[in-house]
């Protein structure tokens, strides 16, 4: 059965946490008065829930490895390409008959059983190949950049419609939120309230914790709940003035920040140091790792939507000690200069936007990604969460199955490979084939980012035939494009 005929587009009706990922102390009336324009948006979020349907997905965790990653490095090995382009990592089979990927991923071959690997996504939109910024909205967002309305991201949609089961938490967190594409990330024409959350920081640092939660420590109850008393006599004039609705949402928004700074199951998620070394070993103790460990936190304390978009900061920690990768100022998997470089990308003659990175399979790239990734489809396999958690390793385009005269790829927007996981999706499935060079679909069936953005909505539910609404009313379909992809469904 196709997956637009499986009866599953029920919803959680929890609007109320309007701005669940802010503190109010620090809110300014500034966000407040932009209440007074969502008092449509209820009704709005009631359209966009169709029937009730049978769900498969109650979260969602995406993986985004920023930069453009490899396919014929990692998930779609050519052996056969020409010797001057063919990458120099060995094919390896998986513990799945016939599902092979190189050794770059020799731990996640271990899990490959519970992978479903689609190599034919491509991104056919002119002008977003060339722009890492675009194509990280679009990876945000499912929808490309530059229509005549503001998208939100995928995970600010599902905030407004679905809301969290921890209300002691945002319903979308970005971890960590740091890099320079953290900025394309947008609530677009949402309330304010369902942008996503960022955490911050180098997660290795032994002394990392969210700065936004400092509230809790730093100000005593007292002057906490004078502070509150304060605020909540903000909305007299506005009662009178405004639809009561407004009020309503306003004071749900406040007991919901309340609820976060107050509430010490808050502090616990985002707590690293209360998992045992060993758990924080098997994930890797550098930056990557335990942002893919915070990832399953957060899951398992019951947000939403995750995303990690993460990549070794120059300066960082493994094991509790310190250490530098020089040259590594943006390790992210743009990898246009020497991508098979021992070390630092730096050293080849005119080296361009691909330098200031370290070559693909070093630690602090592939190195530590195929031990977070493992450790955290088993992990979250074993705990049982990977039975109603949607878990998607994405990138924003793949790389060019020739090396340039910099023994780097550049970008490639033909072919590129997706991994999923959870939430019925089947295990040990390759969807899709590419040619002997990784460059172009062979396969009859290539899909897009739109389609991938369509697979989130229906997993989790979302009936995409109902409109959100503008604050202007306009209405707005939501992926409206895409179409869920048919074998990461039973």
């Known amino acids: 059965m196709h997956p637009h005929d499986h009866d599953c587009s029920g919803h959680d009706h929890r609007h109320e946490p309007l701005l669940n990922r802010r503190s109010f102390i620090g809110l300014g009336m ?3 008065a932009y209440l007074s324009g969502i008092g449509n948006l209820p009704s709005a979020l009631a359209a966009a829930a169709g029937p009730e349907r049978k769900k498969r997905a109650k979260q969602v965790l995406v993986l985004f490895e920023q930069g453009g990653v490899s396919q014929m490095d990692t998930w779609d090995p050519k052996p056969d390409a020409p010797t001057e382009h063919r990458s120099p990592f060995k094919t390896i089979s998986t513990v799945v008959p016939g599902m092979m990927f190189t050794e770059l991923l020799t731990k996640t071959a271990k899990v490959a059983d519970k992978l479903t690997v689609v190599r034919c996504m491509t991104q056919p939109t002119p002008g977003i190949g060339d722009s890492h910024p675009k194509g990280s909205q679009y990876i945000f967002s499912g929808e490309a950049p530059g229509g005549p309305v503001d998208r939100p991201d995928i995970s600010s949609i599902v905030a407004s419609i679905m809301g969290t089961p921890a209300e002691f938490l945002p319903s979308n967190i970005l971890v960590p939120g740091t890099s320079e594409q953290a900025s394309t990330s ?39 709940q004078q502070r509150k008393d304060l605020l909540s006599n903000l909305d007299v004039g506005f009662a009178h003035g405004g639809d009561v609705k407004d009020v309503s949402a306003m004071r749900a928004l406040l007991e919901q920040a309340e609820n976060m700074l107050t509430n010490p199951r808050t502090r616990q998620a985002f707590d690293l140091h209360g998992e045992p070394e060993a758990m924080r070993a098997r994930y890797g103790t550098g930056h990557r790792g335990q942002c893919y460990l915070l990832g399953r936190k957060l899951i398992e304390s019951g947000v939403r939507y995750v995303t990690v978009d993460v990549r070794e900061p120059r300066q960082s920690w493994v094991d509790g000690k310190g250490v530098a990768y020089d040259g590594g100022s943006n390790m992210n998997w743009d990898h246009h200069d020497d991508i098979y470089a021992p070390g630092t990308t730096n050293n080849v003659p005119g080296s361009g936007p691909g330098s200031n990175r370290w070559g693909i399979h070093t630690w602090p790239m592939m190195g530590s990604t195929d031990q977070a990734f493992s450790a955290l489809i088993e992990d979250m396999h074993q705990r049982g969460l990977l039975d109603e958690t949607l878990v998607c390793f994405v990138t924003e385009f ?20 997706f991994a999923f996981a959870g939430a019925g999706v089947p295990g040990g499935q390759v969807v899709g084939s590419t040619d002997r060079d990784g460059g172009y679909i062979t396969s009859s069936m290539a899909y897009t980012i739109e389609d991938y953005a369509a697979t989130i909505y229906e997993k989790l539910g979302i009936d995409r035939a109902k409109p959100l609404h503008t604050a202007a009313g306009r209405p707005v379909l939501i992926s409206s494009k895409g179409r869920p992809i048919p074998e990461l469904f039973t």
């Open 398 to 417: 793949g790389r060019t199955p020739k090396i340039n005269n910099r023994r780097g790829r550049d970008h490639w927007t033909h072919s590129f490979s």
């Open 186 to 224: 947008k609530v677009g024409f949402l309330p304010p309230g369902y942008a996503v959350f960022k955490t911050g920081g180098n997660l290795a640092d032994p002394d990392w914790q969210v700065p936004n939660l400092g509230l809790m420590a730093d100000i005593a109850p007292e002057r906490f």
């Open 30 to 32: 500034g966000g407040l």
